[in-house]
C-alpha cells in the first residue's frame, strides 16, 4: 500500500468516449501530479498540482482535462483521444511541489487503451 | 542533450551479483536525487533519496551521487530474481516544480 491509490487499473475506450481517471492521495500531501508513461520513453509529466491549483502544464493536448477538487483528489478527463494516446498513466504525490527537497509517491498506475 | 539520460539495458546478472546502475545529468543546478523500482505493470516504488554528495546505504541498496561529475549510481548487493524490474533514477528540477526522470534500466537477475 503506497498511499495513493488509482482507478480505475485498467481501462478500454474508445476514441469517442469520455472517461475519467481517479486519484486519491492518504498520505496528507499538497502536490499532486499526473505523469503518462509509454513504452521506452522516460515518465511525461503532465499537469502539477499544489495546494488544489494547478502550477504547470506542460502542453498537454485540450483532449486531457484535469481537475483537483481537494488536496487528497485528483481526476484526469478524458475525450476523443487517439490510438497514440494509449499508456500508463500514474499519479503521484508530494509533500510539497518544488522546494527542492521533497520525494514523488506512485499509485499503481491506469492502464489505459484506445481503439 | 537530455537532462537526463541512463543506460536503458537490459541489463542481465547472475544472482548474488552486485549490480551497478548509473545515470549522468546535465543541469548541475539538480540537489536532490531519488531512485525508483518499477515492476512490470504496476507504478514507481520509491527506494532511496539522497541530498548530497556521497553515499547512501539500506540493506543491500546504496546510492552515490557525485556532483562533481553529474554522476549517480544505484548499487545492489547479493542481487535476488526479485530484484528484476525496470530502475528509474529522479531529481527535481530546481526551475520547475516537476520531478525528472531517467528512461530506466530494465535488470534481469537470472536464478
Known amino acids: 500500500e503506497t498511499g495513493v491509490t488509482q482507478t480505475p487499473r485498467h481501462l478500454v475506450m474508445g476514441m469517442t468516449n469520455k472517461k475519467s481517471l481517479k486519484c486519491e492521495q492518504h498520505?496528507?500531501?499538497?502536490?499532486m501530479y499526473w505523469y503518462k508513461q509509454s513504452a521506452k520513453k522516460p515518465l511525461e509529466l503532465m499537469f502539477v498540482?499544489?495546494?488544489?491549483?494547478?502550477?504547470e502544464n506542460n502542453s498537454v493536448p485540450s483532449r486531457f482535462s484535469p481537475e483537483c477538487p481537494n488536496s487528497s483528489h485528483l481526476f484526469l478527463h478524458l475525450h476523443t483521444l487517439q490510438p497514440e494516446d494509449s499508456a500508463l498513466y500514474l499519479c503521484a504525490s508530494s509533500q510539497d511541489a518544488g522546494l527542492g527537497d521533497t520525494e514523488a509517491f506512485f499509485g499503481q498506475g491506469t492502464r489505459l487503451t484506445v481503439v | 542533450q537530455k537532462e537526463v539520460e541512463q543506460d536503458p539495458g537490459p541489463l542481465s546478472v547472475p544472482e548474488g551479483a552486485i549490480v551497478s546502475l548509473n545515470c549522468t545529468y546535465s543541469n548541475s543546478a539538480f540537489q536532490y536525487f531519488m531512485w525508483y523500482r518499477q515492476y512490470s505493470r504496476k507504478g514507481p516504488e520509491l527506494l532511496m533519496y539522497t541530498y548530497s554528495s556521497g553515499n547512501k546505504e539500506d540493506g543491500r541498496f546504496t546510492a552515490q551521487v557525485d556532483k562533481s561529475s553529474k554522476y549517480i549510481s544505484l548499487f545492489i548487493r547479493d542481487s535476488q530474481p526479485s530484484d528484476s524490474a525496470t530502475y528509474l533514477c529522479?531529481?527535481?528540477?530546481?526551475?520547475?516544480?516537476?520531478?525528472?526522470f531517467g528512461p530506466g534500466t530494465r535488470l534481469s537477475v537470472l536464478p
Open positions: 529522479a531529481m527535481i528540477s530546481p526551475y520547475g516544480q516537476n520531478f525528472v
Open positions: 498540482y499544489s495546494l488544489e491549483e494547478r502550477v
Open positions: 498520505l496528507g500531501h499538497n502536490a
